[in-house]
């Protein structure tokens, strides 16, 4: 039986995994000599979730960020392909590809939208160069939009949690964007999915394919929780990049029966 093993396991997705998804737990901006101690078995496959994430915080201290984004994540890959006969699942972003009014698919041209897409993109690159000889080992996993109440605050769910202050003068910008949103939950439970099974693209987006406006995304969020939506505090332009949306019909070819649709938790006030 394949053992399954994750990085960043108390993250956004990481926490959803399924308990018998044991925890690699190490510092990404390590020296290389600190990866040597990694045990995996060697019938095993690893999905790497740990990362600096998001444009603002990369931005923050770019150089720490390479370390774990990009230097990290190479070490770590290398100590598997030593120790393991299985498959690395690289979870990468959806911001790597050139924006698109259509649906992306993984064919899509490639121009990364900031600093943290840039890390991912050359990460992949040098991910697949280093699999060059074992291809079927790495497989590259795009995620689109992720959004529900237990996110990061500087993501769109922290702008929501705002939202549903009433004391709060907090406007949500560029609200007719259009985004492919799954929540942490589903994420994790896909990304579970493939490595439990041993299931190998060369890359593959995991994304639902419908989009929704960002501001009718919060409405939902909130009524579905029992907020006032209160329509004062949205602003319906749209940014630079109005529509993100992905096609999933390799990843859906394969796994006719994934349930991929948005479903955001309800959220207990108190909370």
């Excluded at 697949?128 to 795009?142: D, P, T, V, W, Y």
């Excluded at 009524?223 to 939506?229: D, H, I, K, N, Q």
Aim: one cysteine or more.
């Amino acid at each position: 039986m394949t053992r399954l093993y994750s990085t960043g396991s108390s993250g956004t997705i990481g926490k959803n995994l399924p308990r018998n998804v044991n925890p690699l737990e190490l510092d990404l901006s390590s020296e290389q000599k600190r990866f040597y101690g990694i045990n995996v078995e060697t019938q095993s496959n690893l999905i790497h979730l740990a990362a600096v994430v998001g444009p603002s915080v990369v931005s923050e201290d770019v150089d720490y960020a390479r370390s774990v984004n990009i230097r990290g994540t190479l070490f770590l890959a290398e100590e598997f392909i030593k120790k393991s006969q299985g498959i690395f699942y690289y979870v990468s972003t959806s911001h790597v590809y050139a924006p698109s009014l259509e649906l992306i698919s993984e064919s899509h041209p490639l121009a990364p939208a900031n600093i943290y897409a840039e890390q991912k993109l050359e990460a992949e690159m040098l991910l697949q160069q280093m699999f060059e000889a074992s291809h079927k080992r790495l497989c590259i996993i795009r995620v689109f939009s992720v959004l529900d109440w237990d996110v990061a605050p500087f993501t769109l769910g922290g702008g929501i949690r705002k939202l549903s202050d009433v004391d709060s003068n907090f406007v949500l910008l560029n609200s007719s964007d259009i985004r492919d949103f799954l929540t942490p939950k589903d994420i994790a439970g896909a990304l579970f999915e493939l490595a439990s099974n041993s299931t190998h693209f060369e890359i593959v987006n995991l994304c639902t394919g419908i989009g929704i406006s960002v501001g009718n995304a919060a409405k939902k969020m909130l009524s579905e929780s029992g907020f006032e939506v209160n329509e004062s505090r949205f602003s319906w332009g749209q940014s630079s990049n109005p529509s993100v949306v992905g096609d999933n019909s390799l990843l859906i070819s394969r796994y006719p029966n994934l349930k991929l649709s948005w479903r955001p938790s309800i959220l207990n006030k108190r909370s």
